[in-house]
């Protein structure tokens, strides 16, 4: 045997033995998990794509390189007319090739261990701006030199150098308009926590061209106009064209040999049929390169262009196919004020939750597995009612296509759902006319049926001989004219588990809207997992300068405490710190300066507040969807009762100054959207804007009280008002609000609450101490004897709301129609006062006056509440959501990466 030979063969048995480690360092995955891939990429072709893989940024000169090859390539851009927007789209596809390095192989891993996995349903996802939370959460790359602390200053100095600032290029991005209110920005911070927590989870929504709409105010009215938030693209999106679903909708149902159980398999022959096709969103983890994915769906039609009546002249219905399919994920939430807003807004939530199940069964169907090992491998979350269709559009295409037996399928599907409920009034719940339902998914409609007649037969075996059970937990709806489908009954009958989300809102559920159900399945079935929100979003982007100012205090270089929010409560040892608490109040002052700034733009360049008085100015904010229980008209009355009391003064001779030690400066400043259908909100819209044209245009009052209503409120502006805030508005009547996520962000930001005892302040107020928060009004077992005893007497309101009421009646903010808020006194003289506004409204003026007292003449004080509140508010973080969601209700484990 030749020497070369034996050096050959010497050099191959090396190579075989070394394998094990070879996979190692080319792949990054554990031994065990090398099998599953061998399968699919021998190891030869894996070692070509290791050395040629795509790079991460590691340096300042990586960015560089990658932002100029962006630049020029994909925006076919030279730095010579490169502006801020083509800057920020170069800067956003450089970042976002790292993550997609991250998702792959975050993706990759998922797949070689072969997790349980969650999938999140939400008809909202509000994500907000993408750049600057990427940039923060984005590791800084492992071993480098590069003499920055994070990737964010690295990624600031290389745009410096290159003649951009960091934050004019962060203002070109517009907000993804893809939720509306508290609902879709939870979901938005439960899935950075998902990814922070490195759980496997992937997202599903919808891909809304138009958002919900954007909000313009035209004399004092809400316009609705459509936000264009796709003009010019979406750089953190990957569009999937080979992820493609075919979405049926109408037709009837076939059965064939005979068969005429609905049970059985059937076939649904649909009469219309769209294409779902896949958009990916990278959602990066902080501290973590774990990548996780949320997949919003469009809408498609299967012949997008009618060449034949195109060219008989038919223009208009040539291109009616695509128009029609394209209504669908056209905006969030169609006005269902009529019956067509009905069907599409049906079809809307079907066509999503039907794309999103058929993703997830094309996934688990890739390992193989039987179908009773589906719950041990998937758990999806129902995030409110909106995804219910997808428990019944599991059950058929595991009875219709795969075969099972009902009731096997029913098991699988009992075991996979979850159901978070998010409201305790009863009108809030979502149904559906039966008519509509069938005439839209027949099939379901019967399986919808079977579902409930089942459940009705378990009831009537406990429950014997009584029918008034029965008909208060049907599915079905028996109503006059027609009759509904309930869906937050089904939600319920089909999940294992359904949380509510803060203590009195989950124990006000198992005792009023569904507590027949909590005596038929146990209390066990029904949990409480509190909301949350990320700090990485809610403190650290929204507030730099507080984040740093912790960071230092804390001592905490890497920011830790962003993760472990116990870390926050040492700021209380700096309380007595009085050089501590002039740094905070300076970072609350440069924040109310930036807000002031914001609202100058929307006052046509003009300053609402004196900046020369401005920390002597208290910013009283409520911002969020504009709803009667929400109460924004209670907060306006306030303010109309303040001005009546100057004006009454000012009449009695009193001068500015000595006014001013009555009522001290504020300003009350709203934002918020009304649903497009609801009269009454978009009226509360106005009645803020019209009390605002008369106080900030009454030079008598010198401007010691003034008005403002931020106009298309959204996340980017939440960033600019939460901060600014030293006292925010949660009033919602007792017993209305399910728990409120704004409330934790302005405590997260140093800003103090008024608030009735209802959702999630009860527990702020444990956690940050009831010195440090302004609560006030009836408790929730006292609403409904308050509501009866208004049915009885109409004129029986505290002095204080009937000289406001009488002020509106006189027409002194509507001059040319002093009829035009009939409708909000009337509902309250006369209409039985719902929302019990008179029953509460004295309190509320006290509670401010505490307030005014407070801030102006306690100013230590107040900045010690501030801080002892930002101190103790760590519970109320998406992270430990996340993990009660874990550990109670998914029974998931993260899958850490290597």
Not at 580 to 593: A, E
């Amino acid at each position: 045997m030749s020497t070369g030979t034996n050096a050959s063969n010497k050099a191959e048995q090396n190579v075989q033995q070394n394998i094990p480690q070879l996979k190692r360092r080319l792949t990054g995955f554990l031994p065990q998990e090398i099998k599953a891939i061998d399968s699919i990429i021998p190891l030869q072709s894996r070692s070509l794509w290791t050395k040629n893989k795509a790079k991460k940024i590691g340096s300042e000169e990586d960015f560089d390189e990658k932002f100029v090859n962006h630049v020029e390539t994909t925006l076919a851009r030279s730095l010579y007319n490169c502006d801020d927007m083509a800057a920020y789209e170069a800067t956003s596809l450089s970042i976002r090739d790292n993550l997609v390095i991250d998702w792959n192989k975050t993706q990759q891993k998922f797949t070689a261990r072969d997790p349980k996995r969650v999938y999140y349903l939400s008809l909202e996802f509000l994500m907000g701006r993408a750049l600057d939370n990427a940039l923060i959460n984005m590791e800084s790359p492992e071993g480098s030199t590069d003499k920055h602390a994070n990737s964010r200053d690295m990624v600031s100095d290389s745009l410096q150098n290159l003649g951009f600032k960091l934050e004019d290029v962060l203002k070109q991005e517009p907000d993804a308009a893809l939720g509306n209110g508290g609902l879709g920005r939870l979901a938005a911070c439960f899935i950075d926590s998902l990814t922070t927590q490195n759980i496997p989870a992937w997202g599903y929504g919808l891909r809304y061209e138009y958002g919900i709409f954007a909000q313009k105010i035209i004399d004092g009215y809400q316009v609705e106009t459509p936000d264009y938030w796709l003009n010019t693209g979406n750089r953190w999106e990957i569009e999937r064209n080979e992820i493609q679903f075919p979405v049926t909708f109408y037709g009837y149902v076939d059965r064939q040999d005979g068969n005429r159980s609905t049970t059985e398999p059937s076939q649904w022959i649909g009469g219309e049929r769209v294409i779902a096709m896949a958009y990916d969103f990278p959602v990066p983890g902080y501290k973590t390169t774990t990548v996780n994915n949320l997949r919003l769906w469009k809408a498609i039609p299967t012949t997008e262009f009618d060449f034949a009546k195109f060219n008989s002249g038919d223009y208009k219905n040539s291109v009616a196919e695509q128009q029609k399919a394209e209504s669908i994920t056209a905006c969030l939430y169609p006005n269902d004020n009529f019956e067509a807003g009905k069907e599409l807004r049906l079809k809307q939530q079907y066509f999503w939750c039907a794309a999103s199940l058929h993703d997830i069964l094309r996934r688990f169907k890739k390992t193989q597995r039987k179908w009773s090992e589906f719950p041990d491998q998937v758990a999806i979350q129902l995030n409110d009612t909106h995804p219910s269709l997808a428990i019944l559009e599991l059950q058929r295409v595991l009875v219709d296509l795969e075969g099972l037996k009902w009731d096997e399928a029913w098991d699988i599907v009992t075991k996979t759902f979850a159901y978070t409920n998010h409201t305790v009034m009863q009108e809030a719940l979502e149904k559906w006319p039966v008519s509509l339902f069938g005439k839209l998914l027949p099939r379901h409609l019967e399986i919808l049926y079977d579902v409930n007649w089942f459940f009705l037969q378990m009831v009537a075996k406990k429950y014997p001989n009584n029918a008034e059970i029965l008909s208060s937990v049907s599915i079905i709806e028996e109503v006059n004219p027609e009759r509904q489908v309930r869906m937050a009954f089904l939600a319920i009958v089909g999940s294992h588990k359904v949380n509510g989300v803060a203590e009195l809102h989950s124990e006000l559920i198992k005792t009023t809207i569904f507590k027949d159900f909590v005596d038929i399945f146990g209390a066990s079935k029904f949990t409480n997992v509190t909301n949350g929100i990320t700090p990485r979003r809610w403190l650290k982007q929204a507030n730099p300068k507080l984040a740093q100012l912790i960071k230092d205090t804390l001592n905490d270089p890497d920011e830790n405490y962003l993760l472990d929010m116990t870390k926050l409560t040492k700021l209380a040892d700096y309380v007595d710190d009085k050089d501590f608490r002039n740094k905070w109040n300076d970072v609350k002052l440069q924040n109310k300066n930036t807000l002031a700034d914001l609202m100058k733009k929307f006052n046509d360049g003009k300053d609402v507040v004196d900046r020369e008085k401005l920390d002597d100015t208290l910013f009283d904010i409520q911002v969020k969807r504009i709803h009667e229980y929400k109460r924004q008209q209670m907060n306006i009355f306030g303010v109309i009762a303040r001005y009546l009391d100057i004006k009454e003064l000012l009449s009695e001779g009193k001068s500015i100054e000595e006014i001013e030690k009555v009522y001290p400066r504020k300003v009350s400043i709203f934002g918020g959207k009304s649903a497009p259908g609801y009269y009454m909100a978009k009226l509360i819209i106005k009645l803020i804007n019209s009390v605002a044209d008369v106080i900030n245009n009454d030079e008598s009052i010198n401007g010691i009280l003034k008005v403002f209503f931020i106009p298309d409120y959204n996340v980017s502006k939440a960033e600019i008002i939460i901060p600014a805030s030293d006292i925010s508005e949660h009033i919602s009547t007792a017993g209305t609000e399910a728990s409120g996520t704004s409330n934790m962000k302005f405590s997260m930001n140093g800003g103090l609450i008024i608030g009735t005892v209802d959702g999630a302040n009860v527990e702020i107020t444990r956690e940050i101490g009831e010195d440090n928060i302004f609560l006030f009004g009836n408790l929730s077992e006292k609403v409904e004897d308050l509501r009866a005893a208004h049915r009885y007497k109409s004129d029986d309101f505290p002095e204080s709301l009937d000289r406001v009421l009488s002020a509106l009646e006189s027409g002194i903010f509507s001059p040319d129609n002093s009829n035009e808020f009939k409708p909000l006194w009337d509902s309250i003289r006369y209409h039985g006062d719902y929302y019990l506004v008179s029953d509460d409204f004295e309190s509320y003026l006290a509670t401010q006056k505490l307030i005014d007292e407070t801030y102006h003449y306690q100013r230590e004080d107040w900045v010690k509440k501030s801080i002892l509140s930002v101190a103790n508010i760590g519970y109320f973080n998406s992270d430990r959501c996340i993990e009660d969601y874990a550990e109670t209700i998914w029974n998931v484990e993260p899958v850490v990466p290597e």
